[in-house]
C-alpha cells in the first residue's frame, strides 16, 4: 500500500501544467512508497484556477497562495509560478515544514537563493529545483558516460540556449503572459530564464565552473509595459554569452538568445575529451552523439577507420529511466522528463537520500548566473567562490 502525499500545486501555467501531469502519472509508471494526490492548487484568479482544478482533478483550490501553505492537510508546496514569487512561498513553506519544489531559477539573486537554502535545511523539509533537462535519458546518459570514464580528461564544454520569440519590437513586456521580459518579475533575461539550464546542466556533467566572463546585451530597449499601458525601458538581457573555466581546467563557452530565428528551443552542449566527445540536442530529444577515441579501461586507442560519432537511440531498458516508458524503439517526450524528475524526487523520500538537484545545488547555478550578470556589466572575469 502506498502512502499518500498531498499535493498543494501553485500556478496554473506551463508548469502547473506540465507538474500536475506529472503528479498524475508518476504512479502509474513508477513502484512508489508515495503517491501524490491532486489535493489542492492555487492562484489569484478564482474562475481560471477553479477551471484548472477541474481539469486536471484537484480536490480544491485557492486564491492566496498563503492559505494554501496553512492548510494542514497539504504535504508538499510546488512553486511553479513567476520568479519573483519564489522566495517569500518558500520561507513561509518552510517555516510550515512543508515540503518544497520549486521551478527554475530558484530565485532572484544568489542572496535570495542564500536565505531560501537555509530555510529549508533549517526546517529540515525535502527539496528539489525542477531542472527537468537532467531527466531528459540522453542528457542523463551523457552524465552515466562522463562517469564512466569514457571522456577521460575533459578540454572544452560548450552549450547554446536559443529561441526566438521576442524579436518583433511590439512585444509587449509584464503582465501575466510575458513577466519574463519584465526585470522586477524575472529578476534577469535569457540568463535566469535558459543559461540556468545550460549551466545546472553543465556542472552536473563537467563539475564547477570557477571563473566567467560575459557580454549581454539587451536588442529592444523600450517595450510597452502590459500593467501601465506606456513604453518602459528594457531591464532583461536579451542575450548573452559567457567564456568559462571549469575547476577540472576544461574551457566552456556559453551562448543564449531569444533572438536566434528559427530557434525555437534548441538547448545544445558538447562535452570533448581525451577518450571521447558527447553531443546533445533537445531539439533531437531522443539522441545523444557520442564519440569514442579510446576504450575508458584500457586506453587503447580505436582503429582510427572505424572511428566516427554514434548516434545513440535512448530508448533501451538499460537507458536511464527508459525501463519505466514503453518497449525499445518507442520515444517519450518533454513532459515525461517532470514526471522522471518527480519519480527521483520520491525516491529520495524512501530511501533518505535525498533528490538533486535540492535547493543548494540551485544556489550553485545562481552564483553562476549572478557572477555572469555582474561580468556582463563590468566586462571583467568574475571568480565563483
Ligand atoms: N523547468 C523548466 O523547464 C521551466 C519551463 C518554464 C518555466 N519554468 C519556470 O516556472 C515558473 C513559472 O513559469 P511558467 O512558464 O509556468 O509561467 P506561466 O506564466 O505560464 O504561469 C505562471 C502561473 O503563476 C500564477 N501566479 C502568478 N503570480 C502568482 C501569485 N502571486 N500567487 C499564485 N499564483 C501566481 C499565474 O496565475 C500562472 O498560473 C518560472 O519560475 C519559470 O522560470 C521552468
Known amino acids: ?5 498531498n499535493i498543494g500545486m501553485i500556478g496554473y501555467g506551463f508548469m502547473g501544467r506540465a507538474h500536475s501531469n ?14 501524490p494526490v491532486l489535493k489542492a492548487c492555487c492562484a489569484r484568479n478564482a474562475e481560471k484556477i477553479k477551471a ?20 494542514k492537510d497539504i504535504d508538499v ?17 518552510a517555516e510550515r515544514g512543508k515540503m518544497i519544489l520549486c521551478e527554475k531559477p530558484l530565485a532572484m539573486n544568489a542572496a535570495e537563493a542564500e536565505e531560501m537554502c537555509k530555510a529549508v535545511e533549517k526546517a529540515g523539509v525535502a527539496n528539489m ?23 577521460g580528461r575533459p578540454f572544452h564544454y560548450r552549450a547554446t540556449y536559443l529561441q526566438d520569440w521576442t524579436i518583433a519590437e511590439d512585444v509587449p513586456q509584464g503582465g501575466a503572459a510575458l513577466w519574463r521580459l519584465d526585470l522586477a518579475v524575472a529578476g534577469s533575461g535569457v540568463t535566469g530564464d535558459l543559461l540556468a539550464h545550460s549551466i545546472d546542466t553543465a556542472e552536473w556533467l563537467n563539475g564547477p565552473i570557477r571563473r566567467v566572463t560575459a557580454a549581454t546585451e539587451t536588442f529592444v530597449k523600450e517595450r510597452m509595459h502590459v500593467e501601465t499601458g506606456k513604453k518602459q525601458s528594457v531591464g532583461i538581457d536579451d542575450a548573452c ?19 536566434a530565428r528559427g530557434r525555437k528551443n534548441y538547448n545544445t552542449f558538447e562535452l570533448n575529451g581525451e577518450r571521447g ?16 577515441h579510446a576504450d575508458p579501461k584500457t586506453g587503447a586507442k580505436i582503429e582510427s577507420h572505424l572511428t566516427g560519432w554514434q548516434r545513440i537511440n535512448v530508448t533501451n531498458f538499460e537507458h536511464p529511466y527508459m525501463d519505466k516508458w514503453w518497449v525499445p524503439g518507442c520515444t517519450i517526450g518533454y513532459e515525461h522528463t517532470f514526471t522522471n524528475a518527480l519519480a ?29 550578470l555582474a561580468s556582463g556589466k563590468s566586462g571583467r572575469w568574475v571568480d565563483i567562490e
Not at 500500500?1 to 502525499?5: A, Q, V
Not at 506529472?22 to 503517491?35: G, N, P
Not at 537532467?134 to 552524465?143: E, G, H, M, Y
Request: include cysteine; hydrophobic fraction near 40%; charge should be neutral.
Open 1 to 5: 500500500m502506498s502512502t499518500p502525499l
Open 277 to 292: 566527445s558527447v553531443f546533445f540536442d533537445l531539439e533531437d530529444p531522443h539522441i545523444l552523439q557520442y564519440f569514442k
Open 52 to 71: 484548472f482544478a477541474d481539469n486536471w482533478g484537484y480536490e480544491s483550490y485557492e486564491t492566496d497562495w498563503r492559505k494554501l501553505i496553512d492548510r
Open 241 to 259: 554569452m559567457f567564456l568559462a573555466v571549469f575547476a577540472n581546467g576544461s574551457m566552456g563557452t556559453f551562448e543564449s538568445t531569444r533572438y
Open 77 to 93: 508546496i510546488d512553486i511553479g509560478s513567476p520568479n519573483n514569487t519564489h522566495r517569500e512561498i518558500v520561507l513561509a513553506a
Open 129 to 151: 529545483v525542477w531542472f527537468n533537462y537532467r531527466r531528459v535519458p540522453a542528457i542523463s546518459l551523457a552524465r552515466q558516460v562522463v562517469d564512466e570514464g569514457r571522456i
Open 344 to 372: 527521483d524526487f520520491l525516491i529520495g523520500l524512501q530511501t533518505g537520500k535525498p533528490a538533486q538537484p535540492d535547493f543548494r545545488s540551485g544556489l550553485r547555478t545562481q552564483k553562476v548566473c549572478d557572477a555572469v
Open 22 to 35: 506529472a503528479y498524475r502519472q508518476v504512479s502509474q509508471f513508477y513502484k512508489l512508497e508515495h503517491r
